[in-house]
Structures are given as structure tokens and as C-alpha cells.
């Protein structure tokens, strides 16, 4: 199983940035998704998820701005951000999990992508 995140870049405080995860391999409908973020000098920390079910959860600092998502058909989960900050820049992850999943434990998925740098100016 692979996972490719993509859809990072440069943006100014206040614009909105959507990434994607396509997962190669495995069976997309069955697994529980996480994306993750790691800030310069600061531990991995979660963001948002969404399970097999359609579940859905939200670190407290994203809630209302980010939306997570996903698209079957296409095998690929979404992060919509929306009024970014400088505080939001970090390399974000996409995370999958089959078992014993905890939405915001990083222990707890099995497989990751390469992570995609988003970098916010004020």
C-alpha cells in the first residue's frame, strides 16, 4: 500500500489550500484515514480523520477551517484549509489505518505518504 500526498505549496495568510491522498494498493473503502502535520521543531500532531464509516474528527485548532473528505471512486482523501495561518505552515501527512484505528493516535496507522510541505506567509 502507497500513499501520495500532493497539493502543497506557498500561500499567503488567509487563502484557502486543498491536498490530496491517493492510496495505491489495499482496499480503500476499509480503511480509516488521518491526516497528520509536523511544524518546524514540534512533534507530529493530528489534524483531522475520517473512518471506513464516514466518521469524522477534528483537532480543536483546524475546527471550522479545515474539512476532510473523500472520494471513493477515486481512491483519495482530501484536506480543504481554509483561512490558513503562518501557524498552520508544516509538512502534512496522510495516514491510513485497518485496525484497533484511534482517530488522533499516530501508533494507531499502519501506513503513511511522503508528507507535503505547506508553507503560510503572514
Known amino acids: 500500500v502507497q500513499l501520495q500526498a500532493s497539493g502543497g505549496g506557498l500561500v499567503q495568510a488567509g487563502v484557502s489550500l486543498r491536498l490530496s491522498c491517493i492510496v495505491l494498493?489495499?482496499?480503500?473503502?476499509?480503511?480509516?484515514m488521518g491526516w497528520f502535520r509536523r511544524a518546524p521543531g514540534k512533534e507530529r500532531e493530528f489534524v483531522t480523520a475520517i473512518g471506513s464509516g464516514g466518521d469524522i474528527y477534528y483537532a480543536d485548532s483546524v475546527k471550522g477551517r479545515f474539512t476532510i473528505s473523500k472520494d471513493k471512486a477515486k481512491s483519495t482523501v482530501y484536506l480543504q484549509m481554509s483561512s490558513l495561518k503562518p501557524d498552520d505552515t508544516a509538512v502534512y501527512y496522510c495516514?491510513?489505518?485497518?485496525?484497533?484505528?484511534?482517530?488522533?493516535?499516530?501508533?494507531?496507522?499502519?501506513?503513511w505518504g511522503q508528507g507535503t510541505l505547506v508553507t503560510v506567509s503572514s
Open positions: 494498493g489495499g482496499t480503500f473503502s476499509s480503511y480509516n
Open positions: 495516514a491510513a489505518s485497518n485496525y484497533r484505528w484511534k482517530p488522533s493516535v499516530v501508533s494507531r496507522y499502519d501506513y
